[in-house]
């Protein structure tokens, strides 16, 4: 698991401080479902938010969201608090989140599946607390069993690495089967993005890594199909609704 300290350095704290804040820094598939998802008055959880930059991605998108966002780094909440006194910031670790089933129109998290090996304990829970939408990234590839998982060097500055995390990449089939048997079953499930060169910081031979951005959309105790739309996905999926 990654622990607090891993992205609590000087230089991962400014990172965050001086980056991912505005829709300007946002990769292409990033911008694909978020502006249509976002409502005005929409409470919008976020896993992972370092310094609170999506708080301001989303304003701009959407100027009236209720934000919260969560991050196992006492040191970025802090910053995080400070930044935007407006929104809301709690320290957590994403197993367990200390929200009410239903209580979010949509939860998001982004740069955090690719380096935490448990990603399904905590898109079970984000999936718990939203009454909507649960919007992720997550590294694909096909038929590689069910993770790989080597490592990911922090380093934000040329001189030195600051500490190491998982680097986690998933099955595609195994992800999407995961998603389908979510309790209750996802209305839907949605996909976009691409295959992309691997970050210079992961240590791994594969070259290429499908960048996958996943939307579900939380059904309802009735039960009915799931509508799953991954075409968009330059990736064959042969999972099978149960
Ligand atoms: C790579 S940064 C991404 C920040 C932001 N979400 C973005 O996309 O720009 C990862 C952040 O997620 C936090 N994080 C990693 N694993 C977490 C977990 N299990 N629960 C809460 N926060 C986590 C880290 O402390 C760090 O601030």
Redesign the pocket.
């Known amino acids: 698991?990654?622990t607090?300290k891993?992205?609590?350095s000087q230089s991962?704290i400014d990172y965050?401080a001086q980056?991912?804040h505005e829709v300007a820094d946002l990769y292409p598939s990033e911008t694909v479902f978020l502006p249509r998802i976002l409502f005005p008055g929409a409470k919008v959880l976020?896993?992972?938010?370092?310094s609170g930059?999506?708080f301001n991605i989303m304003r701009s998108y959407e100027p009236a969201v209720e934000y919260t966002g969560?991050?196992?780094?006492a040191t970025?909440v802090e910053m995080a608090r400070a930044r935007y006194p407006e929104a809301t910031f709690v320290l957590?670790?994403?197993?367990t989140l200390p929200f009410e089933d239903n209580t979010f129109d949509l939860v998001h998290?982004?740069?955090?599946f690719n380096?935490?090996p448990n990603y399904q304990a905590?898109l079970k829970e984000m999936y718990r607390v939203s009454n909507r939408f649960a919007l992720a990234d997550i590294r694909l590839l096909k038929g590689i069993g069910n993770q790989l998982s080597t490592t990911y060097n922090i380093q934000f500055e040329a001189d030195g690495i600051e500490d190491t995390v998982p680097y986690v990449v998933n099955d595609a089939d195994d992800v999407v089967n995961f998603i389908l048997q979510l309790d209750p079953k996802p209305k839907a499930l949605r996909g976009t993005g691409y295959f992309h060169t691997v970050a210079k910081e992961a240590e791994t031979t594969d070259s290429e890594i499908c960048m996958t951005i996943l939307l579900l959309e939380k059904g309802n105790a009735t039960g009915g199909q799931t509508v799953v739309d991954l075409g968009d996905l330059p990736i064959e999926f042969s999972a099978i609704q149960s």
Request: aromatic fraction near 12%.
């Open positions: 698991m990654t607090g891993q992205w609590s991962a965050y980056h991912r976020d896993v992972g938010c370092a930059g999506f969560i991050d196992l780094s970025a957590n670790e994403g197993f998290c982004t740069s955090v380096n935490e905590i």
